[in-house]
């Protein structure tokens, strides 16, 4: 959701900026621009439209560049208020073009704030929420106070989430920055420092990186770095830990992949089997709490794919554990379920970026409450993990395209090492059954490349083509099959943007299969285990009556090809972690559809990797 980036050093500001915010493009947005001091004078260029249009610049991206200085701030807007437009793009100035902000975030009394601006005189040339900030800022300086007293007088004024930077002609040497429920890190380089909403944006920069906590204000420097408590500010820059990200930058690039989708998607045995290694003391250790704690409750709280995953880990937990778990969408907890958590409740968040907003704030509703906190993210330093009483990892790498895909098994993965240590030491599985629940786990990254072999996937491409005029398609599964069911119908939605719905196979009589007819494409997941016969029963329900029925199968299995029109086949898996190989063909199937239909699966409309607002 919008992206920031600043920076002040040696070097020319803009094409750092611009380079920066181009990295920053999975996060969604619809216009951009940079503002840069030179000469004691405010440099602005904003715009409607892309920085980069098949992979190429744009006339946009080359005007943000050609502007001048040393320090600047730059922001990739997704419209919220009004319209994606000229005038509503950032950066925005004060009346007399000294002062230029950006913001990602929501400003909810801005309307309040406009008014009182307004009566003072203040002239608005946008409809956004973030340009009573820039006229705040002037206002208290024509008080009489300092750009950075103004700023902070400016920022105590502000209700909502933001991530805000600011500079000044009259100070033009430091960026001043200020965030509340919306991600910000520094960034420490050699000749110059940076800011920036994720650290993908920097991380060819510099690899070091400071996260910047809600309720602090950041002072950035050419050569130094303060970070203030906002209320009292105290100087805390000394409290600070220097993060040293170990992601390799180049990985951030295509590599001959058309699409950083279908890159991603390849890089899932990797994701898989670095998150089954280097993260399994870890997992031990939390299902060794798990065991001996004296919960009553289990609640995953996670939102889009991580709620998917949060699905297969309640049947992998009640399965081989037989520990109960409620998952609940993390925007429902906070308003519903919150009143159930108490000091006897563990709640689990799954985040991809560790700051989505709905699963933050379920995290601050159930630490209130007294609950144990775990959270399971695949970015290291990110607000989640310094929120929550335990931290486990994914090992995934940056996910760039919006659509998530090695992320959601890298957390299946996570998850069935916590499910199968849980059942362990709660006598629910023998020590024999754990190792080969764990040698089966092992085995999971050798599936994913069978699947993601030529042969295999040429074949998938294949139906994606064919059918990608089809305007509704129906996904069904039971038991484990239903969350792949249900992150299949969303990857379709999501890049296609073909209608998809997913459901658990036995509610076809219920309502569903009124709006099945000739012709209409049914993806049915029918992995092997005690739902297996009802399944085919249910597949034929449905091509009794006209559906194209393509079905994901293990090899071998004979029942399915008289009932399906397609059959999609991947290695024999166990019924519990069946989610972790089923999902991948599906994944497939949605990004050649998007592919053949002529849409950029990385970056689908109105959507945004990181929702950093409600």
């Known amino acids: 959701m919008c992206g920031i980036v600043g920076y002040v050093g040696e070097r020319d500001a803009a094409p750092i900026i611009v380079e920066s915010l181009v990295r920053l493009e999975y996060r969604?947005?619809?216009?951009?621009?940079?503002?840069?001091?030179?000469?004691?004078k405010l440099h602005v260029e904003k715009d409607a439209g892309k920085l980069t249009e098949g992979g190429e610049p744009t006339e946009l991206q080359r005007r943000l560049k050609s502007l001048p200085g040393k320090i600047g701030v730059g922001h990739t807007r997704w419209a919220t208020h009004g319209d994606p437009t000229r005038e509503n793009a950032h950066p925005h100035t004060d009346c007399e073009g000294r002062i230029a902000v950006v913001h990602n975030g929501i400003i909810e009394n801005f309307s309040e704030l406009r008014k009182e601006l307004e009566e003072r005189?203040?002239?608005?040339?946008?409809?956004?929420?973030?340009?009573?900030?820039?006229?705040?800022?002037?206002e208290f300086m024509e008080e009489g106070k300092s750009f950075f007293d103004a700023f902070v007088e400016a920022v105590r004024r502000l209700e909502g989430s933001y991530a805000i930077a600011a500079i000044c002609v009259d100070e033009p040497g430091v960026i001043l920055a200020a965030r509340k429920e919306s991600p910000l890190v520094v960034g420490l380089g050699d000749d110059g420092n940076f800011l920036a909403s994720d650290i993908p944006a920097i991380l060819p920069e510099t690899n070091e990186v400071i996260p910047i906590d809600d309720g602090e204000i950041v002072a950035v420097k050419r050569d130094e770095v303060k970070i203030l408590d906002a209320e009292t500010l105290e100087d805390v820059t000394d409290e600070k830990e220097v993060q040293v990200?170990?992601?390799?930058?180049?990985?951030?690039?295509?590599?001959?992949?058309?699409?950083?989708?279908?890159?991603?998607?390849?890089?899932?045995?990797?994701?898989?089997?670095?998150?089954?290694?280097?993260?399994?003391?870890?997992?031990?250790?939390?299902?060794?709490?798990?065991?001996?704690?004296?919960?009553?409750?289990l609640y995953i709280v996670a939102c889009g794919t991580s709620y998917h995953a949060g699905l297969g880990a309640k049947y992998a937990m009640e399965m081989l554990a037989k520990f109960p778990v409620d998952v609940v969408i993390a925007s429902e907890f906070r308003y519903v379920t919150k009143e159930l958590v108490d000091e006897e409740t563990l709640v689990l968040a799954i985040s991809q970026s560790g700051e989505t907003a709905d699963t933050l704030a379920a995290v601050r509703e159930a630490n209130e409450r007294g609950a144990t906190t775990i959270a399971l993210t695949n970015v290291v330093g990110s607000t989640i993990t310094r929120e929550v009483d335990h931290v486990m990892y994914t090992h995934a790498g940056f996910e760039k395209a919006v659509a998530a895909t090695k992320t959601y098994t890298a957390q299946l993965a996570a998850m069935y090492t916590l499910a199968v240590e849980l059942a362990r030491r709660l006598g629910e599985i023998t020590d024999k059954e754990a190792k080969e629940y764990h040698e089966e786990l092992s085995r999971v990254p050798e599936m994913l490349e069978e699947i993601l072999s030529w042969e295999r996937e040429r074949e998938i491409a294949v139906l994606g083509g064919r059918y990608k005029e089809k305007p509704n398609w129906f996904f069904i599964g039971r038991g484990p099959g239903y969350p792949t069911a249900m992150e299949g119908a969303l990857k379709l939605k999501e890049i296609t943007y073909q209608h998809a719905e997913a459901y658990p196979a036995g509610e076809l009589k219920h309502g569903p299969l009124a709006l099945i007819e000739e012709g209409v494409p049914v993806v049915a997941v029918a992995q092997p285990g005690g739902v297996y016969e009802k399944m085919l029963a249910n597949i034929e329900e449905v091509k009794a009556r006209g559906a194209t029925v393509i079905t994901v199968a293990e090899e071998g299995d004979e029942n399915v090809e008289e009932h399906s029109d397609h059959v999609i086949r991947v290695p024999k898996i166990s019924e519990v972690f069946s989610p972790i190989v089923y999902t991948v063909p599906l994944q497939l199937l949605a990004y050649y559809m998007s592919v053949a239909r002529g849409i950029d699966p990385d970056y689908p409309r109105n959507l945004a990797k990181s929702v950093t607002v409600e």
């Open 245 to 297: 990200v170990e992601e390799d930058p180049h990985k951030l690039e295509r590599h001959g992949y058309p699409h950083f989708m279908l890159k991603e998607i390849h890089e899932q045995p990797e994701a898989v089997r670095n998150t089954l290694t280097i993260e399994r003391d870890r997992l031990v250790e939390m299902a060794e709490r798990l065991a001996r704690g004296d919960y009553r409750k």
């Open 121 to 138: 005189g203040h002239k608005f040339d946008s409809e956004t929420d973030t340009e009573v900030v820039p006229h705040l800022i002037e």
């Open 28 to 40: 969604g947005y619809d216009s951009a621009g940079v503002a840069t001091i030179h000469d004691g």
